[in-house]
T-cell receptor, first 117, second 114 residues
Framework: AQKVTQAQTEISVVEKEDVTLDCVYETRDTTYYLFWYKQPPSGELVFLIRRNSFDEQNEISGRYSWNFQKSTSSFNFTITASQVVDSAVYFCALRVGASGSARQLTFGSGTQLTVLP | GAVVSQHPSRVICKSGTSVKIECRSLDFQATTMFWYRQFPKQSLMLMATSNEGSKATYEQGVEKDKFLINHASLTLSTLTVTSAHPEDSSFYIC??????????FGPGTRLTVT
């Protein structure tokens, strides 16, 4: 069975601070995909990134960066110079396998990020 | 990515009545859609996988006779909550599987049963 753990329930930072959201996953599959989604107060989930298990290269997109480390089964998400608009719930998710019906996402419990002005 | 809409965005119904929620893929033909529910301050829990032209696959613990799913076309899946009760009040979210990997989510439907 798969499991995603986001140990940080809530984080508050002041605008312009950097913040890292932690994600630890568990799976016995060798092929899997990791995702981050943002859920603002409106409720709609916004896709941020997908990373497959064979690509450990870290990625940077503007103020966002992701650190994937298979050795620790972690896929952490860092926001640099946070802004008030970054306030949202962030979900880490895992999908195993590459075909068939195994396309469900297993979500972590989410981290509520509040960026204060 | 795929654009997904849901209707209605909010609905209030009386206990014992049925409510239908529509999920539409506006720019992508989706053979697979997913239905999730989310309680306040909690994560998304998968309810069922909706496959176009066939029966939905329900997750363990989800009553298929209570949560009826119909995926009659490549752009529309519906979730009907039958004989709704206050404990069914939740945020229901659908998603479209696009390109085999990413799921694109609808804006959600907030159901309140009084």
């Amino acid at each position: 069975a798969q499991k995603v753990t986001q140990a940080q329930t809530e984080i508050s930072v002041v605008e312009k601070e950097d913040v890292t959201l932690d994600c630890v996953y568990e799976t016995r599959d060798t092929t899997y995909y990791l995702f981050w989604y943002k859920q603002p107060p409106s409720g709609e989930l916004v896709f941020l990134i997908r990373r497959n298990s064979f690509d450990e290269q870290n990625e940077i997109s503007g103020r966002y960066s992701w650190n994937f480390q298979k050795s620790t089964s972690s896929f952490n998400f860092t926001i640099t110079a946070s802004q008030v608009v970054d306030s949202a719930v962030y979900f880490c998710a895992l999908r195993v396998g590459a075909s068939g019906s195994a396309r469900q996402l297993t979500f972590g419990s989410g981290t509520q990020l509040t960026v204060l002005p | 990515g795929a654009v997904v809409s849901q209707h209605p965005s909010r609905v209030i119904c009386k206990s014992g009545t049925s409510v239908k929620i529509e999920c539409r893929s506006l720019d992508f033909q989706a053979t697979t859609m997913f239905w999730y529910r989310q309680f306040p301050k909690q994560s998304l829990m998968l309810m069922a996988t909706s496959n176009e032209g066939s029966k939905a696959t329900y997750e363990q613990g989800v009553e298929k006779d209570k949560f009826l799913i119909n995926h009659a076309s490549l752009t529309l899946s519906t979730l009907t909550v039958t004989s709704a009760h206050p404990e069914d009040s939740s945020f229901y979210i659908c998603s479209v599987l696009a390109g085999g990997h990413e799921q694109y989510f609808g804006p959600g439907t907030r159901l309140t049963v009084t």
